[in-house]
């Protein structure tokens, strides 16, 4: 092979992007360390510096060489022995070349993490076998679920310590698939490992023979990177005009996504004037297909206006224009998140000014429960929704990461304080500031009153929501359905089956479908008690921001709460505890009763 054959192998080499999260002394910077070296891509010079500092400040125990200290170059990370900063290692094999990101696994740098998970293609995710999953491994796990990673390696390092034992790893991997199942991971690979001795970094290790998978070097060598690009939409954001002379006007930029060819029909955003692409203009030369991530310039049939911060689409294929959208936020700054604020906004290559018009809730990520909030403080996430000065061309992040993400900017001290996630767009005609509790002002109401129907039918409509374990909620709520028709009542259950297979149908049951799931069961529930029936129904899962979200979808009818068994709720969330073990005939009668006591007309009982 000649030299420019090698040089033009090399440089069409696929990239992995991929990045280490974990808990602290979980392995990660060893690992690195020892995939360098054992795939012998450290240079002998690195190497007598590696031998050196390993006798002078390693971690790894007498005659071992420390691989950490390959990737721990700060003072402060080799006196404690921790990765404080992210730390960029770029190597390549035959086959693929690769950009590491090393990120820390201490909580207060949960923000340094999420910087090196932006760019990233595919997480190695490491638990201790000694220790199994523990809460900064499910801090981890929803961080990279947030930022929708495609691929992801869980790599349970220090077998050896666990004697190599099939079952530690199993028990592992069970608890980790129980804890992620609302996360909706896709393409989930376990592996077990020992970072420190080599065992299944590189090659297969004759130390865990029951283990039947590839070892991580060829996975990572061979996982489809391909897949996780958008190759349907067609995104160029516009970052700058070139005009050299009179007969050449070309807008250049980086497709952030889809594919576009000449002759293809545009759109230019915001004007939505339509043109053609003549030409793909390259340092190259002039391409027939462009696509993501390349870099191009490109020239059109007509003189269109369009200015940096603008964006051309396919003319059938248009995204969001927004000025008010939603997005969850990983807040990054000492100074904390609040309502109110106005920020600078940094999207694709639109920048503009953006107020944060309500903070909807924050995530405590270790148990994946919501809570109301005045503010974020660092390393916190949170639902923000808010109204930028310009209008944005934005898709969800879960479908475009590149149009569906942001930074937020301080305009006073020019540092970035956040970086959102787009969830949704609210449409250009909502009023600024609105929220669930204005829907008052919106309701459109008929000519029979909630006070006629309550006359007719003996009662006001209520909803009553059970929650707890599955089976006995979804008996108890049957139960209660025929006892108040028996009394000639108008009573109506809803099964969890009969909302998901229907009117949910289009969406899953991950952490990220939550929101939306609770909206359409809080808008269907005012809609059946505004008629005046007893809506009852039951959610296994729910936390406090679910119960007070639903609580003002209903408004100004009322939710009543029946728990069967312990709850994570607080105890004012909940009408009616009942515990588990009961008579079903003694829980009818008490939730009757209650019933009684907020029927709201006293001449009529239930």
């Not at 500092?53 to 390959?70: C, F, K, Q, T």
């Not at 390349?294 to 206006?305: G, V, Y």
Request: net charge negative.
């Amino acid at each position: 092979m000649d030299i420019d054959q090698f040089l033009n192998q090399h440089e069409n080499k696929s990239l992995l992007r991929l990045l280490t999260c974990g808990s602290v002394d979980d392995g990660k910077s060893t690992l690195i360390g020892r995939l360098l070296y054992d795939s012998k891509l450290i240079f002998d010079d690195q190497l007598s510096a590696l031998h050196a500092d390993s006798e002078r400040v390693g971690n790894a125990g007498d005659g071992e060489i420390d691989y950490a200290l390959l990737l721990d170059g700060l003072k402060a990370e080799r006196e404690q022995g921790i990765t404080i900063d992210v730390a960029y290692r770029y190597f390549a094999t035959p086959k693929r070349k690769f950009i590491i990101a090393d990120t820390p696994g201490h909580e207060q740098y949960t923000r340094n993490m999420a910087t090196g998970a932006s760019t990233a293609d595919l997480a190695l995710i490491l638990i201790d076998a000694r220790y199994g999953v523990i809460t900064q491994t499910k801090r981890h796990t929803f961080l990279v679920s947030l930022l929708g990673l495609k691929h992801i390696v869980v790599v349970i390092n220090k077998m050896d310590l666990k004697d190599y034992d099939e079952t530690v790893f199993d028990a592992i991997r069970a608890d980790f698939e129980a804890f992620s199942k609302e996360l909706d991971l896709p393409n989930v690979t376990f592996i077990p490992i020992s970072a420190l001795k080599g065992d299944n970094v590189v090659g297969k290790s004759d130390n865990i023979p029951w283990y039947e998978g590839e070892p991580l070097l060829p996975i990572l060598e061979e996982v489809d990177v391909a897949s996780g690009i958008n190759l349907d939409d067609f995104r160029f954001p516009v970052q700058l005009v070139s005009r050299p002379d009179l007969n050449f006007r070309g807008f250049a930029g980086t497709v952030a996504s889809g594919t576009v060819r000449p002759g293809d029909r545009i759109k230019a955003l915001p004007s939505l004037k339509e043109s053609t692409i003549k030409r793909i203009v390259t340092a190259d030369g002039d391409l027939e297909e462009a696509f993501a991530p390349q870099s191009i310039m490109l020239e059109l049939n007509d003189e269109i206006d369009i200015s940096n911060g603008e964006m051309i689409v396919h003319a059938e294929n248009v995204p969001h224009i927004s000025t008010h959208l939603e997005a969850s936020v990983v807040w990054m700054a000492e100074t904390p998140l609040e309502a109110g604020k106005t920020y600078v906004i940094r999207h694709t290559s639109r920048t503009t000014k953006a107020k944060i018009t309500e903070l909807k809730f924050s995530v405590d990520i270790n148990t994946l429960q919501k809570h109301p909030a005045e503010e974020l403080q660092l390393n916190e996430i949170g639902r923000i929704a808010l109204t930028t000065h310009l209008p944005l061309f934005l898709d969800p992040y879960v479908k475009n990461r590149e149009t569906g993400s942001f930074i937020l900017i301080d305009p006073i001290a020019n540092t970035t304080v956040g970086a959102g996630m787009i969830e949704c767009h609210l449409g250009e005609d909502k009023p600024d500031g609105e929220s669930i509790d204005r829907r008052e002002f919106l309701w459109e109401q008929g000519r029979v009153t909630p006070g006629n129907r309550a006359q007719r039918n003996r009662h006001k409509g209520k909803w009553v929501l059970f929650i707890g374990d599955e089976t006995l909620t979804h008996r108890l709520a049957k139960d209660l359905e025929y006892k108040l028709f028996d009394k000639r009542l108008h009573s109506y259950y809803l099964g969890l089956s009969s909302l998901t297979e229907g009117l949910e149908a289009d969406i899953g049951d991950s952490f990220w479908d939550r929101e939306e799931h609770i909206r359409r069961i809080g808008e269907l529930g005012r809609i059946l008690t505004d008629a005046g029936l007893i809506f009852i129904s039951s959610l296994e899962r729910v936390d406090d921001y679910d119960l007070t979200r639903l609580k003002v979808l209903n408004s100004p009818n009322e939710l009543l709460v029946i728990a069967i068994g312990e709850s994570a709720v607080k105890k004012q969330h909940i009408n009616l505890q009942l515990d588990v073990g009961g008579a079903m005939e003694d829980w009818v009668k008490a939730i009757e009763a209650e019933l009684d006591r907020h029927t709201g007309l006293p001449e009529y009982t239930i």
